[in-house]
């Protein structure tokens, strides 16, 4: 809510209150001192005099959107009386040939008479922009006041490339934003030295900047346009055909204070994806496989080499492997092989003190593996085993952790992702009328914009690592949220602020609000993802966004949609200063959240619905897991009520299912979190209450904010059910004018 002062409220609350606005429209250079002051009389404070020239302020109207996450601020039109003699010794027409309003702010103040002056901040309801769309007649002026967003909100990323030396398609493209933890996976155990170039979490995308930089023999791709917390040199990627190709050898290296590189594309290392069923090769070093041969006999474990694309000319083959153990020794024979010609086959050396094994596949000679012809031609495809001979006396069993193979060659150089369009476009919703208000309901599938690949230049590198850090703004005003400055920023609430202070380069920000929906401890989003629920995120440290922007998006576009997968609401508070509403689910909610109890005896009671039955989803799948190169999602996770799919009084008789795509989170547990999250609070109808307030006394709330009702009329029940203070609901609009206001609640909490 708002922080009017405790005497403005005071007399608010008074019964029979005058109350009024004030406008003040600023010109020219926009100074503090130059403005006129408006209203709807001629009024004097003492300090600043206004003309009582206003014949209608209209209304001021702010959303949010239960269903989507979205908020809005309508354009406010003010019309002033264009009469002689009225201001200046002319008509207010007569000014706008020396000053000039447009684009220039307004600022909105409710007022009491008594309580003076009136345009302090803490009478402030709104500011804005003003339109440069003025419309007269010798009798009125109408103008339009907008909210803010428009003169805050830009395309991102606001870097773009502008290096003569880069490839002529990526002139003119952004260079990509990048948040979130994409290193190596975390949930595969240990990784071993070994297997540094084998594992990453995620590979996002950097920018080729210098398509052949000749001093150094080198192409050189930029990360982003700010520093990164970490990079990783091992963990560098092209895109070829379509998999991921280790770049090697690769150098990071600082340019401009942001994080560049450095490769020379000639020696490149590919890691088939083998196949066997029991652990052996499944990407995990805490599963594996066994290999045992009693006294006297031998055992295998064999793996499966798929068809392979040819990717350039090989150099190097090695096996790569990771033991858990070895039991028993005086072993004849420990060898990898061809399964089905074991006379080509090359020995395996273990010993106790050396878990960890790179062995290396000859190329040439007698006895070969993979011959001549199949390496000419990538020809892998087979069937291939460890074989294990435990001599005559004693009993070996070989555990394995993990098996790769890994293959260097070079690459040609005439490949890459050429991205058609560079413009990120998300259509969420569908509208239609309902108690002659436009209501929106959620679309089955939220897709992007498709992309085409062709055979280009290269015009970008994958690389692991972790994103943006923290600036100095999260130790500020001594703010206590649980993160500290060049931390890694993960947490949806603090992506979104470092976008606002970053790229849009604004500071008006509530971060007590913010702080509440995200500190490390207690933030509001522990509710949406179920934090410590099984399979959920264990703590909010644990709720992990990772992601890559880059293609073009309206600011605003990407701020709410990282709140709809965090089930929060980011909106200009005042039409200036950002804040939060966190929409937790049913069983969250205690009644000592309600910031304001809605006094039935001062309201007129408009109407009690319900929020539409096609708005109803009780299946929920979410995607995550973005390949930036494939464009697509990899994984999916879901979540369903039976309840509501039944026939009971509480089902819909019927599977109304969502599938939301979460391009920004990575991890299984936050996704999981967010599946439950929109089951429970889309799985049900909620109330929804619309009511007018003929006086001022409630102006001082606004959207997000939490209320409930008292002294409701016992003979008006809720669908037969009756009110009480335990039903909470959160404000999704309100329409304000001078002496009243009229609001449209939605039902949050329940007894």
Not at 97 to 114: G, H, T
């Amino acid at each position: 809510m708002l922080s009017f002062s405790s005497g403005l409220t005071n007399g608010l609350y008074a019964r029979n209150t005058n109350t009024f606005w004030v406008v003040k429209l600023y010109y020219n250079a926009g100074s503090s001192s130059l403005f006129y002051g408006l209203s709807d009389a001629n009024r004097d404070d003492g300090d600043d005099f206004y003309y009582g020239l206003i014949t209608d302020f209209g209304q001021f109207i702010q959303n949010i959107d239960y269903f989507d996450y979205t908020s809005s601020i309508s354009t406010m039109t003010l019309k002033i009386a264009n009469v002689p003699n009225s201001i200046n010794g002319g008509r207010f027409s007569d000014l706008l040939s020396s000053q000039n309003f447009a684009n220039r702010k307004w600022e909105l103040f409710q007022c009491k008479q008594e309580v003076r002056p009136w345009d302090t901040s803490s009478n402030l309801l709104a500011e804005g922009v003003i339109a440069g769309d003025f419309t007269y007649n010798r009798n009125e002026v109408v103008l339009q006041l907008l909210d803010k967003s428009g003169t805050i909100h830009k395309d991102l990323p606001t870097s773009v490339v502008t290096s003569s030396d880069a490839p002529e398609e990526n002139l003119n493209k952004p260079i990509p934003m990048q948040y979130g933890d994409f290193s190596e996976k975390s949930d595969i155990g240990t990784i071993p030295s070994n297997f540094s170039k084998y594992a990453p979490r995620a590979r996002f995308p950097a920018i080729v900047i210098n398509s052949w930089d000749d001093s150094n023999n080198v192409v050189v791709a930029q990360c982003d346009s700010q520093r990164m917390h970490t990079v990783d040199a091992d963990l560098v990627f092209q895109y070829q055909k379509n998999i991921y190709p280790n770049l090697g050898s690769v150098a990071f290296a600082v340019s401009g204070s942001t994080d560049i590189i450095r490769f020379s594309g000639s020696s490149n290392i590919y890691y088939p994806e083998l196949k066997n069923g029991s652990g052996l090769t499944d990407g995990s070093f805490q599963t594996g496989a066994t290999v045992t041969a009693n006294a006297g006999s031998t055992g295998t474990v064999q793996f499966d080499i798929p068809k392979q694309p040819n990717l350039g000319v090989i150099t190097d083959i090695n096996l790569v492997c990771s033991f858990q153990d070895f039991v028993g020794s005086g072993q004849d024979a420990f060898t990898f092989r061809d399964a089905n010609n074991t006379g080509n086959s090359v020995n395996v050396t273990f010993s106790d003190s050396n878990l960890e094994q790179s062995i290396d596949i000859p190329l040439t000679g007698g006895s070969l593996i993979f011959s001549t012809s199949e390496q000419e031609n990538w020809s892998f495809e087979g069937t291939y085993e460890f074989f294990l001979d435990a001599g005559a006396s004693v009993n070996v069993n070989a555990q394995f952790k993990e098996v790769a193979l890994e293959i260097t060659y070079t690459a040609d150089q005439d490949y890459t992702q050429y991205i058609q369009d560079i413009n990120e476009q998300k259509t969420m919703m569908d509208s239609f009328i309902q108690n002659d208000r436009r209501v929106l309901v959620p679309r089955q599938v939220i897709k992007k914009k498709k992309e085409v690949t062709n055979p280009a230049n290269i015009e970008y590198v994958y690389f692991s690592g972790k994103g943006r850090k923290f600036g100095s703004w999260t130790d500020d005003d001594s703010r206590d949220n649980g993160y500290d400055e060049n931390d890694v920023i993960e947490n949806p609430i603090y992506i979104a602020e470092d976008i606002i202070r970053t790229e849009l380069s604004y500071s008006d920000i509530n971060t007590t609000v913010f702080d509440a929906s995200g500190n490390s401890t207690n933030g509001k989003i522990t509710n949406v993802f179920d934090i410590g629920t099984a399979n959920h995120p264990s703590s909010i440290a644990n709720i992990k966004f990772a992601f890559s922007q880059n293609k073009f998006i309206n600011s605003k576009s990407l701020i709410e949609n990282i709140g709809s997968l965090c089930g929060t609401f980011f909106f200009l508070s005042a039409g200036k200063t950002f804040k939060t509403a966190t929409l937790e689910k049913d069983a969250d909610y205690a009644s000592g959240d309600a910031v304001e109890n809605i006094d039935y005896n001062f309201i007129t009671l408009d109407s009690i619905a319900f929020t539409p039955l096609n708005a109803v989803r009780n299946s929920i799948v979410i995607d995550y897991d973005f390949d930036y190169a494939k464009n697509q999602t990899k994984k999916s996770v879901s979540a369903s009520d039976s309840t509501s799919q039944g026939t009971t009084a509480s089902g819909v008789s019927q599977t109304l299912e969502m599938e939301i795509e979460a391009d920004k989170i990575l991890d299984t547990a936050t996704a999981t979190g967010l599946a439950s999250y929109y089951k429970d609070i889309s799985k049900d109808r909620k109330l929804v209450i619309m009511f007018d307030v003929p006086t001022a006394r409630y102006n001082h709330l606004e959207v997000g904010d939490i209320i409930n009702f008292e002294n409701w009329d016992s003979n008006i029940k809720l669908y037969g059910t009756a009110m009480t203070t335990s039903f909470l609901f959160m404000i999704t609009q309100t329409t304000k004018r001078p002496h009243g206001c009229e609001f449209v609640v939605t039902e949050v909490g329940r007894p």
